[in-house]
C-alpha cells in the first residue's frame, strides 16, 4: 500500500511597534509526502503539464512555485485543494484519515 500526506505548516507572524503589539499574522503553507519516492516525480510531472511549478523550501518549510491550472479551479486556489484535487481525481488514491490536531490528512492507494 502507498501513503500520501498533505501537511500543513502554520507560520505567525507577530508586528511589534515601540514593544507593543499591534498586529499577528498566520500564514498556512502545505507540503505533500509520499511513501514510494517516484509519486513525488509523477505528482511534479502533472504539475509541469499543467502549466505550473512545485517547490519546497525545506529551509522556511513552505511551498513555492506557480499554481497549475487545472479547469475546476478559477478564483481562489490554494495548494491543498491542488494536492487533493490530484491525489483522489488524478493518482486513485483514497481519503483514509486526518492527522490531528488538523495538521493534514493521510490518503491511500493499492500498489
Known amino acids: 500500500m502507498i501513503t500520501a500526506k498533505i501537511i500543513r505548516h502554520r507560520h505567525k507572524y507577530h508586528h511589534y511597534m515601540n514593544d507593543d503589539l499591534k498586529d499577528v499574522t498566520e500564514e498556512t503553507f502545505f507540503?505533500?509526502?509520499?511513501?514510494?519516492?517516484?509519486?513525488?516525480?509523477l505528482f511534479k510531472e502533472w504539475i509541469v503539464k499543467h502549466d505550473g511549478e512545485y517547490n519546497y523550501n525545506k529551509e522556511?518549510?513552505?511551498q513555492e512555485g506557480k499554481f497549475p491550472k487545472v479547469p475546476m479551479f478559477h478564483?481562489?486556489?490554494c495548494w491543498?485543494?491542488?494536492?487533493?484535487?490530484y491525489l483522489l481525481h488524478v493518482a486513485g488514491y483514497s481519503f483514509h484519515s486526518v492527522i490531528e490536531p488538523y495538521k493534514g490528512e493521510v490518503y491511500v492507494r493499492e500498489s
Not at 507540503?31 to 516525480?41: A, C, G, N, Q, R
Not at 491543498?80 to 484535487?85: A, L, P, Q, R, V
Open 31 to 41: 507540503k505533500i509526502v509520499f511513501s514510494e519516492p517516484s509519486e513525488m516525480d
Open 60 to 62: 522556511e518549510s513552505r
Open 75 to 77: 478564483d481562489e486556489i
Open 80 to 85: 491543498c485543494d491542488i494536492m487533493t484535487y
